[in-house]
């Protein structure tokens, strides 16, 4: 089906696309089990900094909420990176916004992977 | 259908405003896309109030006060409708993607708002009553 209303969008990429579908599966199972158990789970749910803290010494939970993390970070960026796209960058620039956005997922990765091994270690 | 020959060219940034020509698919497709906005939003400020945590148990607490606050808890009664939607709409676009449903996709997405629309309300009353 040829919508010949827009131009077709350059930059867009077949891999990307299957991850965003892929995490977007992955973030509905990943995000529930995250809901359920920060506030259903604890008595009365995750409150205070020491609900926290001891809620972070289970092994489990910290490989959960790493792999939430990893599963929303590419999903996000790769959405947003289509957003963009919309609105017909050049190559070059296309080249500059995947950088900036591979940079941003990776701080925020990296910072989301410090920070819950950095929670886990204060219990 | 010459409606669609009517639609704006959406590869100029403020044609994404024009609101004419648009049947119920752009506006969930729309809606998809601001709930995503939003939720990107959510997403750091998310990241950045858990750094607390690394700053002993003040820090973190007086934001768990902040967030007593009711204008508070009604930004996160969005942050779950956001969620809410693109969560469902999401998977009923990746059914479709793959081949799946397609003469229902209207319906599913009725199916959708609905589910949206409810589960906002619910945890709208269980927020506001706890």
């Known amino acids: 089906m040829n919508n010949s209303i827009s131009p077709p969008k350059s930059g867009q990429n077949t891999w990307l696309w299957l991850l965003k579908m892929v995490t977007g599966l992955l973030i509905v ?24 803290i001891a809620y972070f010494s289970n092994p489990l939970v910290v490989l959960m909420e790493i792999v939430f ?42 910072y989301g992977i410090w920070l819950a091994l950095t929670v886990a270690s204060l219990a | 259908m010459s409606e669609r020959e009517n639609k704006p060219n959406t590869s100029n940034w403020f044609m994404w405003f024009d609101v004419r020509h648009r049947d119920i698919g752009d506006w969930a497709f729309v809606l998809h896309r601001l709930t995503a906005l939003g939720l990107v939003l959510y997403l750091g400020m998310h990241l950045i109030v858990l750094g607390t945590l690394t700053l002993g148990p003040d820090a973190f607490n007086s934001f768990i006060d902040l967030a007593h606050n009711p204008l508070f808890i009604f930004g996160e009664l969005l942050v779950v409708a956001a969620a809410l939607y693109h969560g469902l709409n999401g998977l009923r676009v990746g059914l479709t993607s793959f081949g799946v449903a397609i003469p229902y996709q209207k319906q599913l997405w009725y199916v959708v708002m609905a589910i949206a629309v409810i589960g906002s309300i619910i945890f709208a009353i269980s927020m506001f009553t706890a």
């Open chain 1, 69 to 110: 993390l990893v599963t929303v970070v590419p999903h996000a960026l790769i959405g947003v990176r289509s957003i963009i796209l919309d609105l017909n960058p050049s190559k070059g620039s296309t080249r500059l916004i995947n950088w900036i956005l591979a940079l941003v997922g990776a701080t925020a990765i990296i």
């Open chain 1, 29 to 52: 199972l990943v995000l529930s089990v995250h809901l359920i158990v920060n506030h259903y789970l604890p008595e009365g749910g995750l409150m205070r900094y020491e609900d926290v």
